[in-house]
Structures are given as C-alpha cells and as structure tokens.
C-alpha cells in the first residue's frame, strides 16, 4: 500500500492569508495525485487531479503542484468559505487518502 | 444533473451483514466507474474499492478484501455495497462516488449523501 502523509494536521490561518498544505507519498508515484475539500456533514468535493489540474468550478485561488513523493496544494488567498478540511488521495496503486488537514479561522 | 442518491441508515450488530444502494441519474449509469469511501466520525476519509457497472469488474483496497463485495444492477442504475463480519470499527458513513471522468476510476467527481451504518450490540 501507498502511504500518504498529509502536514500539517491542523492550521490556522486568516482570511487572505495564503496557504500552504503537503502530502508526501511513502513511495514515487509519479503525478497520480488529487486533492479533495470537505465541510462538516457533507461529501468531499474534487479540487484538483493530477497534481495540478484545477477541475471545473474551482476558484483559481487553489493550485497543486508536485511529483513523485511530495505535494502541496496552495490556497494563494484565504476566503471565508475555504474553511474546511483537505484531503490528498493517490491513484497511482489502487487509491489511498491521507489523514486529512483542517484549516480552522485563526 | 448528476446525482447518487444513497439508502437510508442501518443499525447492524457485531457479526453481521450491510448491503448500501446507490441510485444513480442524469447520467449513464454504465459509462463511469462508482468507488466507495468511509469516514468514522472525526476521522478521514478510507477508499474501499471501486466498480465498473459495465463489465462488473472490481477492485478492493487490500484492507477489505475477502469482506466486501459490490455489484450492480444496470436495470435500475444502481450500484451495491456489502460488507460482512461487521465490528464495531465499521461503524462511519458510507459514501458512493462516481468517477469525473469516464476515463478515470477513482477520483471522484460526484458523491453520494451518505450512509451512516452502526455496528452495536
């Protein structure tokens, strides 16, 4: 199994800030990655794939980069509704979720 | 639009089965792969596996494997997902996703409402 490690756990920050989170893969996985936000009592929605692909929808505030074993994805402004927890999956073998990061109002 | 409307909330006891539906519409059914994640309450997210309703096929996260079983029935658009030998560490919410893409296999592009299983004696 691919191991994925999300940091920090929780961070807090405030509004325009920007915003930084890293998941390290426990072997290279080339850019397989995705990177999901998810609010309190609700489904997970996709932010980004393939490392760096924004997907339809998403406010270009969030970016990804990275390859390999180490990923962050960027929020280059913190807005009120970006409050919420993160989440990186791998898709290179099968799928693995790291642990998650909240970022919570400073 | 595309929705996945999931089946309502079991109580299970320890030893047991859960079979989870997920209605699928706005889309073709058997034209994008559905993948199955949990969350225990306050913890993250854990992908069990994905299918193909088209040709059937599946794969399992090796966690589950020998443990949980998803079919579908193509007839009425919807997918199935049995667990067995329930614990009360199967105790989450069980969430249904379709794939964003037809290309693609388990990210996840539109999810269920969930289904919250309880394992309790």
């Known amino acids: 199994d691919i191991q994925m490690t999300q940091s920090p756990s929780t961070l807090s920050a405030s509004v325009g800030d920007r915003v930084t989170i890293t998941c390290r893969a426990s072997?290279?996985?080339?850019?397989?990655l995705a990177w999901y936000q998810q609010k309190p009592g609700k489904a997970p929605k996709l932010l980004i794939y393939k490392a760096s692909t924004l997907e339809s929808g998403v406010p270009s505030r969030f970016s990804g980069s990275g390859s390999g074993t180490e990923f962050t994805l960027t929020i280059s402004s913190l807005q009120p509704d970006d409050f919420a927890t993160y989440y990186c999956?791998?898709?290179?073998?099968?799928?693995?979720f790291g642990q998650g990061t909240k970022v919570e109002i400073k | 639009q595309v929705q996945l409307v999931q089946s309502g909330a079991e109580v299970k006891k320890p030893g047991a089965s859960v079979k989870v539906s997920c209605k699928a519409s706005?889309?073709?059914?058997?034209?994008?792969?559905i993948n199955w994640v949990r969350q225990a309450t306050g913890q993250g997210l854990e992908w069990m596996g994905w299918?193909?309703?088209?040709?059937?096929?599946?794969g399992y996260a090796p966690k589950f494997q020998g443990r949980v079983t998803m079919t579908r029935n193509t007839s009425i658009s919807t997918a199935y997902m049995e667990l067995s030998s329930l614990t009360s560490e199967d105790t989450a919410v069980y969430y249904c996703?379709?794939?964003?893409?037809?290309?693609?296999?388990?990210?996840?592009?539109?999810w269920g409402q969930g289904t919250l299983v309880t394992v309790s004696s």
């Open positions: 706005g889309y073709t059914f058997t034209s994008y792969d």
């Open positions: 996703a379709r794939a964003f893409q037809s290309v693609s296999t388990v990210v996840m592009g539109y």
């Open positions: 299918m193909n309703p088209n040709s059937g096929n599946t």
């Open positions: 999956q791998q898709y290179y073998s099968y799928s693995t």
């Open positions: 072997q290279s996985m080339s850019s397989w």
